[in-house]
């Protein structure tokens, strides 16, 4: 469309200007060739000047101008994955080994008694059934008298019947010796026992120790003992 203006403005500009020059070939006056191609020329190089500003005849020109820039996409950044790693033990399908009765009847008597003062213990295997026969030698500790020995062996001798009672071990027998050192004739001295208590797993069971009274021990005891010494 611009190309046809400029070929229309470029004719009629030299007309006008032919005209002008020679109005008498033209059968015009100088203000009529003005009139005729002149406003022609001047309306055609307005023409030109408005459709050149929007395109371009050059075909690369106008390509270039058309061509559309492809958008800049922003590049995302990445956020980081945070991998949740799970720390996996080893160890947690490995079930711990249940303790044996004889550990047991240890951590028991241990519990109750001082450092030193289990000096043997020992789990047998009830013959008719899965209780268990449990004997302790335990050590006495010596104090000012023999009454203050005596009773502080029955106050422990309870506070083990007790333990006994409320552990994993079903008790068929719990037999408790005491040993101290004992002077012979001669004056030779060894450990020797001095009191012996044995409680059926039934006579535990009948106990209440929230009530219960150690001096009563020897009373409720199945089998019972004590060393002349504690007698006189």
Not at 74 to 95: A, H, M
Not at 183 to 191: A, F, I, K, L, R
Not at 202 to 209: A, K, P, Q, R, V
């Amino acid at each position: 469309m611009q190309t046809i203006f400029v070929i229309l403005f470029i004719s009629f500009f030299v007309l006008s200007v032919l005209a002008y020059k020679n109005p008498e070939k033209f059968k015009v006056s100088k203000k009529g060739a003005m009139l005729r191609f002149g406003v022609p020329t001047i309306v055609l190089f307005l023409a030109v000047g408005l459709t050149g500003g929007g395109n371009s005849d050059d075909p690369a020109e106008a390509s270039a101008e058309n061509e559309v820039e492809p958008a800049v996409e922003e590049e995302e950044e990445d956020e980081p994955v945070i991998e949740e790693t799970e720390e996996v033990d080893e160890q947690k399908d490995i079930e711990e080994e249940p303790l044996t009765p004889l550990e047991i009847a240890t951590n028991t008597a241990n519990d109750v008694l001082k450092d030193g003062m289990l000096a043997n213990i020992e789990v047998n295997n009830y013959p008719e059934n899965d209780s268990k026969v449990v004997l302790l030698t335990i050590n006495g500790s010596d104090n000012l008298t023999k009454n203050m020995i005596y009773k502080g062996m029955l106050i422990d001798s309870e506070k083990i019947a007790e333990a006994f009672k409320n552990s994993e071990i079903e008790i068929h027998d719990l037999m408790m010796s005491w040993q101290m050192p004992l002077v012979d004739t001669y004056g030779n001295e060894e450990d020797g026992e001095v009191l012996r208590i044995n409680l059926s797993g039934e006579t535990l069971d009948m106990l209440n120790f929230d009530n219960f009274l150690y001096d009563n021990l020897p009373s409720v005891a199945d089998t019972y003992w004590e060393h002349p010494t504690f007698s006189n």
